[in-house]
């Protein structure tokens, strides 16, 4: 889901040149699974674009081509899987027939830590090891398609809900979901199992948007 990419001291992290023809395209993506291996397999300190040319059977020129340097390779390794997970909630949610509000969450919550189990190894490091760059547009584009798919969700569930600013909520259900998956994920305590964190995830944001707030306690 959404990231938490930050602003730290000017490093170019952008991509030299988009790739456009099938070819490029190709060679972008090579480029980019062996850095995921090399990162999950070295770290942020281990990897350098010499080993990621080695592992992926090309020159060190070839990455230079369309990265000016690993900062740029990891925060487009990044963008990737944000729009992957954003392509799961997508999916699960236009082809999901839950019968009710709880079914709805239980299937898009157990859809984003399935995504997120993908490889583990490399979402920890993307997410703790990865420095603080600028947040692109692209990726601010994929979170907001992000917000507006789980936004969409509660209109059609709107009846059920007991929230009444559903863009608040939307954006509640979105922190929730990613904050928790997270953790669930990327620091599993070791006395609970990850089936039980799920439902209880489940739980959290059903609770929220169900939740009618006594009017009479905001009163002073």
Known sequence: MGTHIKMRAKVKAKPRKKPLQQRSQLMVETILEAT????????????????IAETAGISVGSIYQYFPNKDALIAALHERMSQRIFAVI???????????????????????????????????????????????KKQGSVDMDIFEEIHGLLLRRRAELKVSDLRLAAYMVV????????????????????????EGIVSAIVGYLTYEADPAKGRG
């Open 175 to 198: 922190r929730m979901t990613e904050s928790l998956v997270h953790a669930a994920v990327l620091e599993p305590p070791a006395d609970l199992e990850l089936a039980v964190i799920e």
């Open 90 to 136: 997508r999916d699960t949610i236009e082809n999901a027939s839950a019968n009710n509000l709880r079914e709805a969450v239980a299937v898009l919550v157990h859809a984003v830590i399935e995504a997120h189990l993908i490889d583990p190894a490399l979402h920890r490091i993307l997410e703790i090891e990865f420095p603080f760059f600028e947040r692109s």
């Open 36 to 51: 995921a291996r090399v990162l999950s397999r070295r770290g942020y300190e281990g990897t350098n674009t010499n080993v």
